[in-house]
């Protein structure tokens, strides 16, 4: 079994009634409950908007950023358990924000055996 | 955090619920006039419960997750705002020092206190300087945690009439400078009346079918009931008049389930399956009708309740006591002049009298020119008169006056039956 992150692009939708997020929130729930069911949910974050850029030398230049007016803002990220790239790609098509303008970023964990000549 | 921890255990609605209960609380912290900044506040928190709880799990106490957050956000925009006074005139003094900041924003947010911040909103959104269509709009999008669209679906009608609505009765508050108070002594009682009369129509508008959208128009009946609650729990305002508004509004949603067949036809209350009625909300109205019995006073609502009452009474329509119905039509129209009053009064007496004394009455009747209940009512006495002609002339009449789909084909198949 290899290890998978799912990094979540998108941009959070702003004009929702509370009803409508509590409904969008049990999309994800279920979600999650079912990939913890089938034993593929290794772990989540979710990431708060804003943060900083640090760039150059030494970290010389710290920025605002990423903007939320961004398309590719990172919400948050899944490390999921999936037999290789297709079953995790398959896997990420549950995503509820999908076909709202969201992606989701699949990339394999790789696999480093410490101590051990490469 | 306990990792099992899924969506269903949380309540149904408790975003849209707990979205007023915290508007109500950071608008009185704030003060109203900061209405705006209070419904940010709190869509900024429900954002970020929905972002967090959805990658990983629904936290043990989510509501005070929720009143965590939005404390947070409140004393960080209070922090930022140096002009106290400004913002509430009923705590600025204490949120001046960063000494008594926090601790007075968490006393806002304990279970009584919220109770009373809605109370005290209830009591702004009907403040009798805002017109009613708005009085309606506002509570539901402050005190229910409706967006407009939700509100214009649930009226029928657009997003931007809705917008207006609420537009104009938050100019209202500012111009009339409306504070977040309980109105006292001798104002008391007719602000009551006004909170009453609001949840009255707001409830009617749910109850009436539409056609269109029905689970979002039964949730208006359940926000009139929640808020009427609110109302009948607060010893200043449980008037006796109060609680026989939620009786009435118990019996009417007790024959929620049963007013439409599986294809959305209506059911008349003459052929309702009467086991499919509510029993526990029938009790509960029955249990508030005592209770609003005392200390004595005649309100429409202890009447419209009492005739509610009568037909959560009767094992069958047959059984109905249409005597007593009849005469409590008496008294409320007594109370209450107005024709559709006296059209229900004329409809109870073609089976407490006769039919023929309800054409009378019906006929006598001015000002439901417009109304298609007026002509149906007409059509089905004629109906039972078993004469046909009249009886599909009037339900013809009634046919082009409503817009109702769920009337029209109630009486298109009655007029085939002409």
Known sequence: ?118 | MDQNKNINQLVDHLFRHESGKMIAVLSRLLGLQNIEVAQDIVQDTLLQAMSTWGYKAVPDNPVGWLYRVAKNKAIDFLRREKRFHEISPEYGYLLESEYTLSSTVNNLFLENEIQDSQLRMMFACCHPSIAEESQIALTLKTLCGLSVNEISKAFLTTEETIAKRIYRAKEKIKTEKIQLDVPQNTELSSRVDAVLKSLYLLFNEGYKSSGSDELIREDLCEEAMRLCFLVTQHSLTAFPRSKALLALMCFQASRLDARLDDKNNIILLKHQDRSKWNRSLMSKGFELMEEAAEPFEVSTYHLEAAIASQHSAARSFEQTNWKNIYHLYEMLYQLQPNPVVAMNKAIASAYAINKENALNELRQIKGLENHHLYYASIGEIYFDLENKPEAKKFYQKALDLTSSVYEQQLLKSKINNC
Not at chain 1, 25 to 39: H, T
Not at chain 1, 40 to 58: I, Q, R
Not at chain 1, 77 to 98: T, W
């Open chain 1, 1 to 118: 079994m290899e290890k998978f992150m799912f990094i979540f692009e998108g941009v959070q939708p702003g004009n929702l009634s509370p009803e409508h997020m509590q409904e969008h929130m049990g999309k994800w729930m279920a979600w999650i409950d079912k990939l913890r069911k089938a034993n593929k949910y290794v772990a989540g974050e979710p990431l708060l908007p804003g943060g900083k850029l640090v760039s150059g030398p030494n970290g010389k230049s710290v920025t605002d950023g990423p903007y939320t007016e961004g398309k590719e803002v990172v919400g948050g990220f899944f490390i999921i358990n999936a037999k290789d790239i297709d079953e995790a790609v398959e896997l990420s098509k549950d995503c509820p924000d999908l076909g709202h303008g969201s992606k989701v970023q699949v990339r394999q964990v790789m696999k480093v055996e410490v101590g051990q000549p490469a």
